[in-house]
């Protein structure tokens, strides 16, 4: 499996998904722009982190945000990507505000793409930090924006483009990274700057994201060994979800709305799924045996609660190759009853959304995972 078949299996996933992530794109910098020991009361120090490819000064370069608990020496960590920015994030009134394009939301909170002071803490239900520290765990995320503005012309002022030699014309060309790719890419930039900070026991990073920014994790987690536990918060279709069901968003839903995630051949399975040469279970088994976490919401039917239940089952023959324990099933673990094997798994009740009932689980399976050895 690891000498020959993860690595077909990749290839096929670079091809007819998410686009081969380049890797020429010189070596990243990372200054530290500022450090605040007493953050969240005291909790824990705060560091803001300006990441920047010299080689390519086109892209503008993203800030990574890290909380590290205080009093504990080398703690494990979790990283992921936010909709909203670092000050959405974080309820303190000290993280700059990010300048960068966002999304307009209902709301009306964003104006002409930009954040307003109204955005803080808008998204911190989704990232219980003070929770999560408590638990020993450190937390590093950037805004996806920086990265890639989410909008099919993002490329034009995101990573993709600041990378591309021939600009304009060579995004969708067969083959090349969609959005999901590059973002994807900035979570091993993360995982880079982990392994320079001792306070980080970087042998122990778990990968996060939700929806879009759940198949993002997968994707890097597919990637990049040193994501040590990757978990996927309701991603759906183009994530954790089998393409082959087509209950909620289809393939060819998600390649008409969001054609900018994927690389270009992806389309071409829309309404016709079978003629991938790959599905879903087989993005999760290439983690393996790496500890994956899947988890759905009943009222998240879009993401296809079993479909992504499935891949999580289907993966288990992979788990089984290195002596690990998947999914015990084929039938769906009940609603608010999580199941954790050598991967993970539950339906909770509600809707779209990342809760603390998703993190306590998290943070159980990391515990286990990440912590024992
Ligand atoms: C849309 C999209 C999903 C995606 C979700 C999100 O609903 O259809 O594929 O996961 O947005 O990222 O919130």
Not at 18 to 27: E, I, S, V
Not at 266 to 286: E, T, V
Not at 333 to 352: F, L
């Given at each position: 499996?690891?000498?020959?078949?993860?690595?077909?299996?990749?290839?096929?996933?670079?091809?007819?998904?998410?686009?081969?992530?380049?890797?020429?794109?010189?070596?990243?910098?990372?200054?530290?722009?500022?450090?605040?020991?007493?953050?969240?009361?005291?909790?824990?120090?705060?560091?803001?982190?300006?990441?920047?490819?010299?080689?390519?000064?086109?892209?503008?370069?993203?800030?990574?945000?890290?909380?590290?608990?205080?009093?504990?020496?080398?703690?494990?960590?979790?990283?992921?990507?936010?909709?909203?920015?670092?000050?959405?994030?974080?309820?303190?009134?000290?993280?700059?505000?990010?300048?960068?394009?966002?999304?307009?939301?209902?709301?009306?909170?964003?104006?002409?793409?930009?954040?307003?002071?109204?955005?803080?803490?808008s998204e911190s239900s989704r990232w219980p930090l003070?929770?999560?520290?408590?638990?020993?765990?450190?937390?590093?995320?950037?805004?996806?924006?920086?990265?890639?503005?989410?909008?099919?012309?993002?490329?034009?002022?995101?990573?993709?483009?600041?990378?591309?030699?021939?600009?304009?014309?060579?995004?969708?060309?067969?083959?090349?990274?969609?959005?999901?790719?590059?973002?994807?890419?900035?979570?091993?930039?993360?995982?880079?700057?982990?392994?320079?900070?001792?306070?980080?026991?970087?042998?122990?990073?778990?990968?996060?994201?939700?929806?879009?920014?759940?198949?993002?994790?997968?994707?890097?987690?597919?990637?990049?060994?040193?994501?040590?536990?990757?978990?996927?918060?309701?991603?759906?279709?183009?994530g954790a979800a089998l393409m082959r069901r087509d209950?909620?968003?289809?393939?060819?839903?998600?390649?008409?709305?969001?054609?900018?995630?994927?690389?270009?051949?992806?389309?071409?399975?829309?309404?016709?799924?079978?003629?991938?040469?790959?599905?879903?279970?087989?993005?999760?088994?290439?983690?393996?045996?790496?500890?994956?976490?899947?988890?759905?919401?009943?009222?998240?039917?879009?993401?296809?609660?079993?479909?992504?239940?499935?891949?999580?089952?289907?993966?288990?023959?992979?788990?089984?190759?290195?002596?690990?324990?998947?999914?015990?099933?084929?039938?769906?673990?009940?609603?608010?009853?999580?199941?954790?094997?050598?991967?993970?798994?539950?339906?909770?009740?509600?809707?779209?959304?990342?809760?603390?009932?998703?993190?306590?689980?998290?943070?159980?399976?990391?515990?286990?995972?990440?912590?024992?050895?």
């Amino acid at each position: 499996w690891m000498n020959s078949r993860r690595g077909e299996i990749l290839k096929l996933f670079e091809q007819h998904v998410y686009g081969k992530t380049p890797t020429n794109l010189g070596a990243p910098k990372f200054e530290v722009t500022a450090t605040k020991m007493d953050a969240l009361g005291g909790l824990a120090t705060r560091k803001f982190i300006h990441v920047s490819l010299p080689e390519r000064p086109a892209w503008q370069g993203m800030d990574v945000m890290l909380y590290l608990p205080n009093g504990v020496k080398a703690a494990p960590c979790f990283v992921g990507l936010s909709f909203g920015g670092n000050h959405a994030v974080s309820v303190e009134k000290d993280v700059p505000l990010s300048t960068r394009w966002m999304r307009e939301s209902k709301d009306k909170h964003i104006v002409n793409h930009k954040a307003t002071e109204a955005t803080r803490g808008s998204e911190s239900s989704r990232w219980p930090l003070e929770k999560i520290l408590k638990a020993g765990f450190a937390v590093a995320t950037a805004y996806y924006g920086d990265i890639e503005p989410d909008h099919a012309d993002g490329w034009k002022e995101g990573l993709r483009a600041a990378v591309s030699r021939a600009g304009v014309n060579t995004t969708w060309r067969g083959g090349e990274w969609g959005a999901i790719g590059a973002w994807a890419w900035g979570l091993s930039r993360i995982a880079d700057f982990l392994q320079t900070e001792s306070q980080i026991d970087a042998r122990h990073l778990a990968v996060i994201g939700h929806s879009r920014l759940g198949k993002t994790s997968l994707w890097a987690g597919a990637q990049d060994e040193r994501f040590g536990v990757v978990i996927s918060n309701n991603s759906g279709e183009g994530g954790a979800a089998l393409m082959r069901r087509d209950f909620g968003e289809t393939t060819a839903i998600i390649t008409k709305v969001f054609p900018h995630w994927f690389t270009s051949q992806y389309a071409n399975y829309a309404g016709r799924a079978a003629a991938c040469p790959i599905d879903m279970h087989m993005l999760i088994a290439l983690a393996a045996p790496r500890p994956v976490y899947v988890a759905s919401a009943v009222e998240d039917q879009w993401a296809d609660p079993r479909g992504e239940y499935l891949s999580l089952w289907h993966a288990g023959s992979v788990y089984r190759l290195f002596g690990r324990v998947g999914m015990p099933s084929e039938q769906m673990p009940g609603v608010d009853m999580p199941v954790q094997t050598d991967v993970g798994y539950h339906i909770r009740s509600g809707k779209h959304d990342v809760t603390d009932y998703d993190w306590q689980q998290y943070v159980k399976f990391a515990d286990r995972h990440l912590k024992a050895h």
